[in-house]
């Protein structure tokens, strides 16, 4: 017997949403033991132990039950402690969040700032999660764009306020950039804030790798020059910092008097972070300064072994990253970088991120994150060399 089913399909602005450009390439590769993975944000160093043992013992202790939506007290403690330290900031607990995710943390802000009608601009080209996220709310994403020059990545102000229409909410800014590693100054973070004060829009600030900066500390963070009352949310992440992708950690920094509506939020998202990853969070933020230390170290060691090579070869053409850790460059004579990117992998076992992932500019780029040890990145650079480093097209 046969049944003509319709096949089930979910509203109309979810079923529009696209698998972005990095899922479509991971999905080609998943599986195959033999690629070797930069397409991903993360290296290939595992979680230190120390901060695994916090977890381990937690679970022995039996904290294993539901918890404050916003983080146990202890965590939230060890946040503003963190953030007041890193910034120079005396942030009270009352105005950080612990998230399921630096990704979550992006949920929450956008269901705050953004609904049906309105609309969001996004500086890109940048990582593309936050587009499906604007419009899962019903709002509808403006892109404003930064370029190229002969210093790097560049922002011109007035091109990204000149975006701004009465149906603009909120403004979306990620600094140090994921993919092109642009690090936004406290001065241009200054004329942002006065605009969307003026205006009445909120800012939320990317700033899951403020301390994934080559050339000082830490970026300059918006909270440094915002009143505790602006209308600004702060993503963060334990995944970057500490090498914690896999827990799915992160937290929002927000006004103090939003903590009750980010409590109902994560309510309705996950209810809590589970107590014993909370441990873990809290053995990061207090002992792990020397693992952010080492990460700098290393990414920095991996910008410049992979630029070292990227600059020899004639196609490619890109600018060594102020922070984050990732190579962007254009490859000459590439018009579809999805294609690529599943060529590499068949061809080089090499995954990497296609360009137009990453917004309406990115296409004819390539991105490589050189977050792994030397060694990897070694045998990955040798890899692609073949495909990439030669004057002809070999595509
Ligand atoms: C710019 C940016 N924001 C947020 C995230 C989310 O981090 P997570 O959800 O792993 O905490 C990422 C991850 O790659 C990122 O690159």
């Not at 202790?61 to 890193?86: C, K």
């Not at 990115?362 to 030397?374: D, I, M, T, V």
Request: aromatic share 8%.
């Amino acid at each position: 017997m046969t049944c003509d089913f319709e096949p089930p399909l979910p509203r109309s602005q979810i079923s529009d949403i696209e698998e972005t450009g990095i899922m479509k390439v991971f999905l080609h590769g998943v599986g195959r033991h033999d690629i070797i993975p930069f397409w991903a944000g993360e290296g290939d160093v595992p979680t230190p132990d120390f901060i695994c043992q916090a977890v381990s013992q937690s679970l022995q202790a039996g904290e294993t039950m539901y918890s404050h939506s916003r983080g146990i007290p202890e965590v939230r403690d060890a946040l503003a402690a963190y953030m007041n330290r890193t910034f120079d900031l005396s942030l009270p607990e009352q105005r950080v969040s612990l998230t399921t995710s630096g990704m979550a943390a992006i949920v929450v802000a956008v269901q705050m700032a953004v609904g049906a009608g309105d609309e969001m601009l996004v500086l890109g080209p940048v990582w593309p999660n936050i587009y499906s996220t604007i419009e899962v709310a019903g709002g509808t994403v403006r892109h404003a764009t930064l370029e190229l020059g002969a210093d790097g990545w560049q922002l011109d102000l007035d091109k990204l306020l000149a975006q701004v229409t009465a149906k603009t909410t909120a403004i979306f800014i990620n600094s140090p950039g994921n993919p092109t590693g642009w690090v936004m100054t406290a001065e241009a973070q200054r004329r942002l804030l006065a605009f969307a004060r003026q205006r009445g829009i909120w800012i939320i600030a990317d700033e899951v790798y403020h301390n994934l900066v080559f050339d000082r500390k830490v970026a300059p963070s918006f909270l440094q020059i915002a009143d505790p009352e602006d209308r600004l949310l702060v993503v963060n992440s334990f995944s970057k910092s500490w090498l914690m992708t896999g827990w799915r950690l992160g937290w929002l920094t927000h006004p103090a008097s939003l903590a009750d509506t980010v409590t109902k939020l994560i309510q309705v998202l996950t209810s809590c972070a589970p107590v014993f990853l909370q441990r873990g969070a809290i053995a990061a933020l207090n002992h792990g300064d020397h693992v952010i230390a080492d990460l700098r170290d290393r990414s920095r060691r991996g910008r410049d072994l992979v630029f070292d090579r990227l600059e020899a070869w004639p196609r490619v053409r890109g600018a060594r990253p102020k922070g984050a850790f990732y190579a962007f460059f254009e490859v000459d004579g590439m018009t579809d970088s999805l294609a690529t990117c599943h060529d590499i992998i068949d061809k080089c076992q090499v995954g990497l991120a296609p360009g137009m992932a990453f917004g309406p500019n990115g296409e004819g780029y390539l991105r490589l994150c050189f977050a792994s040890q030397p060694e990897t990145l070694q045998r990955g650079m040798d890899a692609l060399e073949l495909y990439l480093g030669g004057g002809t097209n070999q595509l």
